[in-house]
């Protein structure tokens, strides 16, 4: 007579297999997620090229921008001058009244604000007439490294239209070690 035993069923594999199986759907759906975002065109990865966002987001840096609805002073945007794609900083929004004077001070609203985001303030290249004022569905935009950007400071890229922002960016994902959430 033959003796059953459970041993076949501890050595299975079935109960590693369950857990990978529910780890494995859990990734593919987080995943699946990030592509249907992707492929509708509500998330965008792309990379820093330039150092007038610096030292926020340096060249070579991997950043997430999402399409949001509203925006507000503070927020990095990504958006379209031309065939260009430009990250600025949001100062100023619709309605806003922007002063910056030749310190590099700016004031929103007759309010100075604090720029702990930059490391040196300075005026930059400007070619606008101060106060400046701002229209419906734009914004005033600076890159954090004041003195080799190219914003709302100058007529060649002026204030941002709604329709030429690409998104919000929220995340730095490159490289791993300076991975973060972008506030």
Known sequence: MMVKTNEHIED??????????????????????????????KIYIFKITSSTMSP?????QFVVAVKKKEIKQGDLIAFWRG???????????PGDKVEIDMK?????????IN???????ELGKSDISMPHSIDKDHWFCMGDNR?????????LVSDVSKNQIEGT???RIWPLNKFRVIQ
């Open 115 to 121: 720029e702990s985001y930059i490391n040196k303030k």
């Open 147 to 155: 003195q080799l950007s190219i914003d709302s400071r100058t007529v």
């Open 12 to 41: 299975s594999p079935v109960r590693g297999d369950k857990k990978q199986s529910h780890k494995s759907k859990a990734i593919s759906f987080i995943l699946a997620i990030v592509i249907a975002l992707f492929v509708s065109q």
């Open 83 to 93: 065939n260009k794609l430009l990250v600025k900083r949001v100062i100023a929004g």
């Open 104 to 112: 590099g001070n700016v004031s929103v609203n007759d309010k100075k």
């Open 56 to 60: 926020s987001l340096k060249s070579g």
């Open 169 to 171: 960016i929220i995340l």
